[in-house]
Nanobody
Framework: QVQLVESGGGLVQPGGSLRLSCACS????????MAWYRQAPGKQRELVAT???????NYAEPVKGRFTISRDNTKNTVYLQMNSLKPEDTAVYYC?????????WGQGTQVTVSS
């Protein structure tokens, strides 16, 4: 069974930074791609960034140059460093991975960007 637990959300002013963490239980972490998604109120969940097992990354256009996804395979943890935050980044952020045809999600962590 795979469990994902996010942390690190909160309230930040525009232009500020936050770092999200997602701890993954189970032995699949090191061989699996990981992703961050977000869902704003009244909107569909959208992909933010992905990272492959050996570190190659991809980003959605709205966050390119501001967000950085990384992973520590010794800690089974994936991170999302978010800089230059904007009010439109406000959302619940979810960690995700897929294994044996099943999508696994964390419980989500709220990020609010507001002055």
């Amino acid at each position: 069974q795979v469990q994902l637990v996010e942390s690190g959300g909160g309230l930040v002013q525009p232009g500020g930074s936050l770092r999200l963490s997602c701890a993954c239980s189970g032995s699949i972490f090191r061989v699996n791609a990981m992703a961050w998604y977000r869902q704003a109120p009244g909107k569909q969940r959208e992909l933010v960034a992905t990272i492959a097992p050996f570190g190659s990354t991809n980003y959605a256009e709205p966050v390119k140059g501001r967000f950085t996804i990384s992973r520590d395979n010794t800690k089974n943890t994936v991170y999302l460093q978010m800089n230059s935050l904007k009010p439109e980044d406000t959302a619940v952020y979810y960690c995700n991975t897929k294994w044996a045809g099943t999508n696994y999600w964390g419980q989500g962590t709220q990020v609010t960007v507001s002055s």
